[in-house]
């Protein structure tokens, strides 16, 4: 999608969103799928609608970025949307640098966040979290140095409690985050 506007706030996402939404031309082969122009308020351009795209209304799953606005605009169309992981990626890598987490750690753990938050189901979670922590605890014997990876772990299970526990509201599910996990 590309939309031109002067600046980002919710009413133009949902002006964009809502666009796309209303011009979605129903799934029949022998609709010509009519379309209408509203005359914005103000003077402020027009709306064109699809008549028929109430027939099956367009839901999309949207993919949004950190901000907030983009969140409000998806509440007040009623679609469900997921924070895209470069923007989950990121925070998650922000929040590690702020606790002073060594890059090697912090890639570990990222790794760790994209293998478990990943999983279809709570028990598929698990089972690759286990895997997660064998294999770092078995490269840090390897290694032969003690770190504090273990502690940073337990953050991690933190952070990824309220990252993935946020997105579950709007995944409907599908990045579990309730596991009983025993360091």
Same mark, same amino acid.
């Given at each position: 999608m590309l939309a031109i506007m002067s600046r980002?706030?919710?009413?133009?996402?949902?002006?964009?969103?809502?666009?796309?939404? !209303?011009? %979605?031309?129903?799934? @029949?082969?022998?609709?010509?799928?009519?379309?209408r122009y509203f005359e914005l308020t103000n003077n402020q351009g027009y709306r064109r609608v699809t008549q028929c795209s109430r027939v099956q209304e367009y839901k999309p799953l949207v993919m949004i970025d950190k901000f907030e606005a983009s969140a409000?605009?998806?509440?007040r169309l009623e679609l469900t949307y997921v924070l895209c992981w470069f923007h989950l990626v990121k925070a998650v890598m922000e929040k590690l640098t702020? !606790?002073? %987490?060594?890059?090697? @750690?912090?890639y570990l753990i990222i790794l760790g966040f994209k293998i478990v938050a990943r999983a279809v189901s709570e028990e598929r979670a698990?089972?690759?979290?286990?895997?997660?922590?064998?294999?770092v605890h078995s490269k840090q014997k390897h290694?032969?140095?003690?770190?504090?990876?273990?502690?940073?772990?337990?953050?991690?299970?933190?952070f990824?409690?309220?990252?993935?526990?946020?997105?579950?509201?709007?995944?409907?599910g599908n990045m579990p985050c309730t596991m009983d996990v025993d360091l």
């Open positions: 980002e706030n919710s009413d133009n996402i949902f002006n964009a969103l809502r666009a796309i939404k !209303e011009n %979605v031309p129903c799934p @029949d082969d022998e609709c010509d799928h009519p379309f409000n605009a998806c509440q702020h !606790e002073s %987490v060594s890059l090697h @750690d912090s698990c089972e690759r979290w286990q895997m997660f922590l064998q294999s290694v032969g140095a003690v770190s504090s990876l273990t502690n940073k772990i337990d953050f991690f299970i933190y990824m409690y309220f990252a993935c526990g946020r997105s579950q509201q709007h995944d409907q």
